[in-house]
């Protein structure tokens, strides 16, 4: 099975800061066949349903602000959100669709000070 | 607009068993993979199952392999998963998601406590 090792655990930053998640993979996730890294990125508000922020590592799925980003390749992934706002207060994923079983890093919870 | 509603949780004793539904609504479900995403309280979100377009293939997580079996009614538009052995393990929301890059649409999930 591959592991997803995600860092940090939490963070607290004001509005306006910029905060980087990471994702480490035990495999790497680039497909040779298509070049793309099979890794994406989820934002969990609180009560609510898992929404999908970036696909292939630095895809932003329509509709999600252009300060999520998301950059890497191989093992290490990052997501950047540049510019928080208080909305942004929510949990983060990272999920491996390379093989099966699919793996999520055990998230990250992002507070506003 | 697309829509995904599970229906079917509730409290179950360890042993028994239960059936999750969830309808789709607002695209071709018979041209996607769908899947089942569980979230065990305050816990992260794990993987459960997945299934092909044509409900040809399908695949489980270890913990789940032998008791649980996904499956679809195309000509419905729905997606089921049959619960069968529960533990207490299996204590979690359950959501549906539709499979592209890989899970682009989530329902709003459904409870299941397996509990004596």
């Known amino acids: 099975d591959i592991v997803m090792t995600q860092s940090p655990f939490s963070l607290a930053v004001s509005e306006g800061e910029m905060v980087t998640i990471n994702c480490k993979s035990s495999?790497?996730?680039?497909?040779?066949?298509?070049?793309?890294?099979?890794l994406a990125w989820y934002q969990q508000k609180p009560g609510q349903s898992p929404k999908l922020l970036i696909y292939?590592?630095?895809t932003r799925q329509s509709g999600v602000p252009d300060r999520f980003i998301g950059s890497g390749s191989g093992t290490d992934f990052t997501l950047t959100i540049s510019d928080v706002q208080a909305e942004d207060l929510a949990d983060y994923y990272c999920?491996?669709?390379?093989?099966?079983?699919?793996?999520f890093g055990s998230g990250t919870k992002l507070e506003i000070k | 607009e697309v829509q995904l509603v599970e229906s079917g949780g509730g409290l179950v004793q360890p042993g028994r068993s239960l059936k999750l539904s969830c309808a789709a609504s607002?695209?071709?479900?018979?041209?996607?993979?769908m899947a089942w995403v569980r979230q065990a309280p305050t816990k992260g979100l794990e993987w459960v199952a997945s299934?092909?377009?044509?409900?040809?293939?399908?695949y489980y997580r270890d913990s789940v392999k032998g008791r649980f079996t996904i499956s679809r009614d195309n000509a419905k538009s729905t997606l089921y998963l049959q619960m069968d052995s529960l533990r207490s393990e299996d204590t979690a929301t359950y959501y549906c998601?539709?499979?592209?890059?890989?899970?682009?649409?989530w329902g709003q999930g459904v409870m299941v406590t397996v509990s004596s």
């Open positions: 998601t539709r499979v592209r890059t890989p899970f682009d649409y």
């Open positions: 607002g695209f071709t479900f018979s041209n996607y993979y």
């Open positions: 299934i092909t377009n044509s409900g040809g293939s399908t």
């Open positions: 495999q790497s996730l680039l497909s040779s066949g298509n070049q793309k890294n099979y």
């Open positions: 292939y590592a630095s």
């Open positions: 999920l491996q669709h390379y093989s099966y079983p699919l793996t």
